[in-house]
């Protein structure tokens, strides 16, 4: 039953009974002020039983998975990282991996440079960095670091892209880009020649559509019609 405002109600002790014993009192408002006004008993003598409902539940923040590249992962305290990733629905975003440098870390070999993933992770409007919960490797990027200059373009595409990309800023086309480049530089059928030729082309390709993907490169059209004025 609904209590109305010019009621109030208190707690009374009890030996016997296992649910809290509530009485409803009246009570005149004044100034026409009305509201609901709780009597607290004292603190439960010997042999007492106080029967204490909690009421409050803070529920907790769902969770979001989202495919992502790892980009940059910074030391913080002991035995946690700082993880820069570029998500294909979110941006770029920042985020805090805990015990993710300890050797049976849940996170594997997921947080590796340039790793795809299926990343799960916690988001609060009020917070700059994420809680990074699990990470599920899609896949690794281990076969091109063996090779010396597969392993320099990989370090150019990150430090790139974290330098190009703003925080939160969504850009599936910049995600798409970073995909291509990497299996571009995977050899076809297998084949192990020409490498260097696979490695030039993927950092060209790349550099020109990361610098007109983040805004950097002019109209090429409009800069010839500048130039055909003089």
């Known amino acids: 039953a609904t209590i109305p405002a010019t009621q109030s109600r208190s707690i009374r002790y009890s030996?016997?009974?296992?649910?809290?014993?509530?009485?409803?009192?009246?009570?005149?408002?004044?100034?026409?002020?009305?509201?609901?006004?709780?009597?607290?008993?004292p603190h439960p003598r010997a042999g007492l039983y106080l029967f204490n409902c909690d009421t409050l539940k803070f529920p907790r923040v769902p969770a979001r998975v989202s495919e992502a590249l790892v980009l940059r992962t910074y030391p913080l305290k002991e035995a946690d990282l700082v993880v820069s990733f570029l998500t294909r629905d979110q941006g770029k975003l920042r985020g805090v991996a805990k015990r993710a440098r300890r050797p049976k870390s849940t996170f594997g070999s997921g947080?590796?440079?340039?790793?795809?993933?299926?990343?799960?992770?916690?988001?609060?409007?009020?917070?700059?960095?994420?809680?990074?919960?699990?990470?599920?490797?899609?896949?690794?990027?281990?076969?091109?670091?063996?090779?010396?200059?597969?392993?320099?373009?990989?370090?150019?595409?990150?430090?790139?892209?974290?330098?190009?990309?703003p925080s939160a800023e969504p850009g599936e086309k910049f995600f798409r880009l970073l995909v291509a480049?990497?299996?571009?530089?995977?050899?076809?059928?297998?084949?192990?020649?020409?490498?260097?030729?696979?490695?030039?082309?993927?950092?060209?390709?790349?550099?020109?559509?990361?610098?007109?993907?983040?805004?950097?490169?002019?109209?090429?059209?409009?800069?010839?019609?500048?130039?055909?004025?003089?």
């Open 15 to 41: 030996r016997t009974r296992t649910s809290p014993t509530f009485d409803v009192l009246r009570h005149n408002t004044l100034g026409g002020r009305a509201g609901l006004r709780f009597f607290l008993p």
């Open 111 to 165: 947080l590796e440079r340039l790793s795809h993933v299926r990343m799960a992770y916690f988001q609060r409007e009020s917070h700059e960095l994420v809680n990074l919960d699990s990470c599920e490797l899609i896949r690794s990027q281990f076969d091109l670091v063996t090779d010396y200059q597969a392993s320099i373009a990989l370090d150019f595409f990150a430090e790139a892209s974290e330098l190009l990309l």
């Open 181 to 230: 480049v990497l299996e571009s530089l995977r050899p076809a059928g297998g084949e192990g020649s020409g490498q260097a030729g696979r490695v030039w082309r993927a950092v060209t390709y790349f550099s020109l559509w990361a610098v007109r993907l983040s805004g950097w490169l002019p109209d090429c059209m409009s800069a010839w019609r500048a130039a055909a004025c003089w």
